[in-house]
């Protein structure tokens, strides 16, 4: 089964805890909309906006191949020689 949540940390853990073999999927606006401006839009400072339209094309590729190839672009891109951001394994 998988649930949709909005980034709420206690939903998250209430579902790890009483419904373990649920998936969880973070809605799309959350993410774009929130967390990476939450977490990306100071570190990446003049870059952001930049960032941001290319994170969009990245999102919208059709095919899981062309995601991962323009994500770890994006990566390179505006995660080297940046001390504020890192990438998730």
């Known amino acids: 089964m998988a649930t ?3 980034e709420d940390l206690a939903m ?3 579902y790890a805890r009483v419904l373990k073999s649920t998936v ?3 809605c799309i606006w959350h993410l774009g909309h929130q967390n990476l401006n939450r977490n ?5 400072g003049k870059d952001w906006e930049a960032f941001i339209s290319l ?15 323009r994500w770890l672009e994006d990566i ?3 995660g080297e020689d ?8």
């Open 4 to 6: 949709m949540v909005d």
């Open 12 to 14: 998250e853990a209430a």
């Open 24 to 26: 969880l999927l973070n």
């Open 40 to 44: 990306l839009h100071g570190a990446l």
């Open 55 to 69: 994170f969009w094309i990245t999102r919208n590729a059709i095919t899981e191949q062309d995601f991962e190839h």
């Open 76 to 78: 390179v891109v505006f």
């Open 82 to 89: 940046k001390p504020n951001v890192r990438a998730l394994p």
